[in-house]
């Protein structure tokens, strides 16, 4: 079992930045790929940024790369999503996530097998 904590969310201005931190416990966290995630109202979750265990590879939906950065520590069991300019098309609630069923890149929802309740992100013009 793995506890996700998500935080650093909050209100923005467009091309302002945010960090969000994802908090975890339970299973050794340094073993699993790890995922970044956003929803907004009405629309499917969206894959964002993925990580695998020792932060060796990353990987991004065209629309965050250049502007996104995943990192992790896992002396910390943090993973962590710098956001630079920001839009307002990023507004959603975010969500950290850990597949332990892969060493992989992933960007599927199913893919993941623990969720963090979320933050939510609001990026004003």
């Known amino acids: 079992q793995v506890q996700l904590q998500e935080s650093g969310g909050g209100l923005a201005q467009a091309g302002g930045s945010l960090r969000l931190s994802c908090a975890a416990s339970?299973?050794?966290?340094?073993?699993?790929?790890m995922g970044w995630f956003r929803q907004s109202p009405g629309k499917e979750r969206e894959f964002v940024a993925a990580?695998?265990?020792?932060?060796?590879?990353?990987f991004y939906t065209d629309s965050v790369k250049g502007r996104f950065t995943i990192s992790r520590d896992n002396a910390k069991n943090t993973v962590n999503l710098h956001m630079n300019n920001l839009k307002p098309e990023d507004t959603a609630i975010y969500y950290c996530?850990?597949?332990?069923?892969?060493?992989?890149?992933?960007?599927?929802?199913?893919?993941?097998?623990?969720w963090g309740q979320g933050t939510q992100v609001t990026v004003s013009t």
């Open positions: 339970g299973r050794t966290f340094s073993s699993y790929s």
């Open positions: 990580i695998t265990w020792d932060g060796g590879r990353t």
């Open positions: 996530s850990v597949t332990i069923h892969s060493y992989s890149l992933l960007r599927r929802p199913e893919d993941y097998d623990y």
